[in-house]
């Protein structure tokens, strides 16, 4: 945990047409990160590559190393679905499951791994609802469908699912980009709480999210990971001209 | 005649067609359901379900043996169809082979469109000619057989339908591929396929040609299962043939109580529909 994610030499293809070209990131435990760019640049790809979801889609594939507190995710041997345990993920579309009463949602990572124990599962939900700033808003009706929420709350929702089995990194695909400014607003704080507990890797395309949240930044381009810094230099002074026209809305 | 009116008179028109050719398929159910009514209708009393039939010549009695029957006939083809027509319609809708899927669906396709009077051969030689006996089990198969193609479409579509970003969602967090399809896929997609599951015991409820060498008819409760069993449809199908105007009747109330059972589950498969569509809104 104290390295938190080192990527380098990342690629990734769909069929023959590679869509990640040689990325290199270091993403320090408990720091926020974050991956900008204009649409279709690869920072989705390059998070799913990270906790090997982008193999789960037909005809892709991916190689490179992934340094998870030391070990390759991409090592011999290694099972996605431990890799998953430990690097969680918060979808761009809330997906909350929908057969499913907000306890359940939450409650699913554990159950379906098979831990059963009332007293631990209502513990592991309530402090995961607490940590996603849902548990307030919720408390009083634990059994209404996950569906039934706002769309801000279901994603808050789906924060609570993922964190609720306690993983290592948590990633953020564009969490905010299908919710409005309030609800942008509380997921933003939620970060900036969450990080005492684990490594956030957020992908936005807004930029003045990724100045509000993150330590981090990188920005990406058509496959290729153009400049990667202290967020504040790469806002204030960028290395690269394309960065520079990105960032002032030159292109983009 | 202005453009204008012209277009006003062909909607009415298209309209009207439209709505008489609604109305049309309605027609022929409300027709055979009031016919079965008028002619059935004074021959259903209680003891038409709860009494045996009579010898030839004794009125009265009922069709205990054969609604029973029924009943025991479909329950040994949910045995048959359910595991089959389900597991099957998952695998269609979640393997990535680029062929057997294809073959699997276009053959259930054809299974589905074959006459049930062959199936009930194909039943008659798996089974009957075995047991060297006419069997609720064999009745059992033919009607499963029939299920199957219905079941695994229906179910095929109703998986397909679950949006991959739940799929994600599960493995995302850390679950294992069948554990995802099982517990999330499936869950979210069971109101839909009991659905099909209705639809396809709506289908067989009334199939007579496949049972006729195979579940064969008994005047009598039958004693195992390894036995010929009743059938509404069978005995409907007996008395109607028979010569006697007694026997006309009950087979009318059959009739009626069989398309009854038809509509008691179609009306239940919709319901779970609309409780499908109130889960994804």
């Known amino acids: 945990m104290a390295d938190g994610l080192q990527v380098s030499d990342l690629n990734a293809w769909f069929g023959a047409r590679q869509v990640l070209k040689n990325i290199g990131i270091r993403a320090p435990a408990n720091g926020v990160t974050a991956l900008i760019g204009p649409s279709g640049c690869g920072k989705s790809t390059f998070v799913r590559c990270l906790n090997r979801m982008h193999e789960v889609v037909p005809g892709a594939r991916a190689t490179g190393q992934v340094l998870l507190d030391g070990e390759d995710v991409y090592g011999p041997g290694v099972d996605p679905v431990m890799i998953r345990r430990r690097i969680g993920m918060v979808f761009q579309k809330p997906n909350p499951f929908p057969t499913m009463s907000v306890f359940d949602n939450v409650a699913a990572g554990l159950r379906l791994a098979g831990i059963r124990a ?10 995961a609802l607490r940590q996603a700033a849902l548990w307030d808003e919720v408390r009083d009706d634990l059994n209404a469908p996950g569906s039934s929420l706002s769309g801000g709350q279901q994603q808050r929702l789906c924060i609570a699912r993922a964190v609720a089995v306690q993983p290592e990194v948590l990633l953020m695909d564009e969490p905010c980009s299908a919710l409005d400014p309030i609800a942008t607003a509380k997921i933003e704080e939620l970060i900036l709480d969450l990080k005492k507990d684990l490594t956030i890797i957020i992908v936005t395309h807004n930029m003045q999210q990724a100045a509000r949240v993150s330590e981090w930044t990188g920005f990406f381009l058509m496959g290729e990971m153009i400049e990667f810094g ?4 790469l806002f204030t002074a960028p290395q690269d001209k394309k960065t ?6 030159r292109f983009g | 005649m202005k453009p204008l009116q012209k277009r006003v008179i062909v909607n009415r028109l298209m309209n009207f067609l439209a709505g008489a050719a609604a109305l049309l398929v309605i027609l022929p159910l409300v027709l055979i359901f ?5 002619q059935g209708g004074s021959s259903l009393n209680l003891a038409f379900f709860t009494q045996m039939p009579k010898p030839v010549g004794e009125a009265g009695g009922g069709m205990a043996n054969a609604i029973v029957g029924t009943l025991i006939l479909i329950a040994l083809a949910c045995c048959v169809g359910l595991p089959i027509g389900i597991l099957g319609g998952l695998y269609l809708a979640e393997s990535r082979d680029p062929r057997l899927p294809w073959v699997v669906r276009f053959l259930a396709d054809v299974l589905n469109g074959v006459p049930s009077i062959v199936i009930g051969i194909f039943a008659y030689t798996l089974v009957v000619l075995p047991m060297k006996r006419f069997s609720a089990l064999a009745g059992g198969v033919a009607l499963g057989v029939i299920m199957i193609p219905i079941v695994l479409r229906t179910t095929e579509e109703i998986v ?4 991959a970003s739940l799929r994600e969602a599960g493995l995302a967090l850390g679950l294992q591929n069948w554990k ?13 396929i009991v659905t099909g599951v209705m639809v396809a015991i709506a289908r067989i409820a009334g199939e007579t040609a496949p049972l006729l060498f195979t579940a064969f008819g008994n005047r009598f409760w039958h004693s195992r299962l390894d036995q010929p069993i009743a059938a509404l449809a069978l005995q409907v199908f007996a008395y109607a043939i028979s010569p006697f105007d007694d026997w006309h009747r009950q087979a009318w109330a059959g009739a009626l109580v069989l398309i009854s059972m038809v509509f008691l589950v179609s009306l239940a498969a919709r319901l779970a529909t609309r409780g499908l569509q109130r889960q994804t809104r």
Do not use: Q
Request: hydrophobic letters at 45%; aromatic letters at 8%; a neutral charge.
């Open chain 2, 180 to 192: 995802v399809t099982v517990r999330i896929v499936l869950v979210t997609a069971r109101a839909g």
């Open chain 1, 230 to 233: 202290v967020t504040r230099d």
């Open chain 2, 34 to 38: 009031g016919f079965l009514v008028y």
């Open chain 1, 244 to 249: 520079e026209d990105y960032i002032t809305g």
């Open chain 2, 160 to 163: 397909r339908l679950v949006p």
């Open chain 1, 118 to 127: 009332k007293d631990t599962l209502n513990d592991v939900v309530e402090r």
